[in-house]
């Protein structure tokens, strides 16, 4: 039985033909930059038709970069996608276009975290956290074996946790949340603003004036640049707060990272947020943290999961 | 049916005896505070035999101070029950004293959080989380309407995750747990250091010598002391960051909040941490904070809803 599976992101969108669990195909096409959301969808049916010309797929399943309202397909304002500034109904609008066949939608790093569960870094653990650190920072939950989404599609929103509360925030950069200091977009504007102040770096020199991608900061690390040492070693170790915290106030067996930021800087990242997550840890709760196996296909084969079941 | 709960807590063991619903009777017992398991043990069938001497009660629940390994009924290490270092198998021990009836051994504030969902001010909502303020901090978790326990009974432990991240510790005490701002035992500690630091209070005046229990910070708080107001504030920040994190990473919709400390500090308390929380709160998320409304017999009503089911 044939699905498909899209992972709609904001500059990519990657669509998979699934069979027998295994990928027979996939295609890949550019996000729109400007528009609005129907130039969207349009991009997702073309590159759906592109791998299943003829309509075998018995149905279709598509992460989104944002919480979807539970039940309904519903994406709302998703800040990403080029003028997607209210509610969009993506299932429907997409099966409108699909003849009718079930679209099942979800948040893309919940789809992303179910295909680690099921076929990658997390397979036969049945209570597990998929943490992404790219752009932004965020986490899907497998709870005794089920994918939680929660009443209102906001579980696994742990870009938005607090690593510090009120009076410890150290600097005028946001409110103490993760993402402010694990995330892509964060870590640049820090930087820039500790440039602004003073401190040399050659971040900016590797990026040639363009943005810092998850490759330049990997470069620099290698470099030995100290301002960069400094700011991964403070974006480990918020991920490790966080992360710690997660896992004992829900009672978690293991941690998938992945992301664009994680992959880059590697093994030796992997291991320090490993290191301080168990330093952290409480009780007889030993975590360990797997790097994500799935690669840049993950969430297009977890959204296909979404409607692995239908006929 | 008749059914027994027990809230075995480090001062004092309350049982109740439950028929549709309602709490026939109840018996009070001081824990011992010398000797050991077994000691505790008998404590607690006494309480028993008092409220129930023919054996009515088909099946008895139980509330212990600390994480049980889940499926056994065995409370590991407690640190706050007499020369409890090492794994007791309470359900066990308990049945063979009772006639073989079955025993249900789960953590007190789980059994708190029941109790609240099934009875008290949570009713009626599937996702939510009861946390209790006293000499430590603790929570339940109710998601999809189901008591979340976790692989290893650690779920809720919300006093040991962290408010601050390793390089914004301001001071010397604990690992920035948020128990360490929020906990009673961790307030004296820290109210006690300021003292001989220089700093001015009515806090041990008002103890007479005597521990610093719930009811001194409240009258602390009332005299218009600088010190306690700090301090209490301080942890009514603490308490907003840990909740409104648990409330964005697995998506709740409710926070009761209990325990000694949260009932002496009263309204103003609970309305601090409830502005802190949806100042806090990310998108659609809307969390309002209610007080517990079980009292001091919650933890035993909990227990019995352990065994509400059994014939």
Known sequence: MATI????GGTKTMAVLVEDRSVRAKA?????????PLDVIDTVVRAITKLDPDGRARAIGIGVPGPVIPGTGVLPAA???????????????LSERLGGRPVVVDNDVNVGTLAEHRLGAGMGVDNMIGVFAGTGVGAGLILDGNLRQGPR??????????????????????RGELEDYAGR????????????????????????????KSRIWAEAVEAGDTLTAK???????????AIASAIVLIDLELVVLGGGMAERLGESFRQRVEEEIMERSFARATTPVL?????????????????????
Do not use: Y
């Open 185 to 212: 977009r964060s870590l640049e504007r820090r930087a820039r603003c500790m440039v602004d102040q003073g401190d040399e770096t050659v971040l900016f020199e590797l990026a040639g004036g363009g943005r810092l």
């Open 79 to 93: 800040p990403n996608l080029p003028g997607w500034d209210h509610d969009v109904p993506v299932g429907d609008l």
């Open 291 to 311: 790097a994500a196996r799935m690669g840049d296909t993950g969430g297009a084969v977890g959204a296909a999961l979404l409607v692995e079941g239908f006929r």
């Open 5 to 8: 599976g899209v992972d709609l």
């Open 231 to 241: 700011l991964v070693d403070d974006a480990a170790s918020a991920l490790a707060s």
């Open 153 to 174: 599609g906001l579980a696994g929103e742990i870009g938005h946790t607090f690593v510090a509360f009120r009076d410890l925030r150290s600097d005028g950069h946001g």
């Open 28 to 36: 890949k096409k550019s996000t729109p930059l400007t528009g609005g």
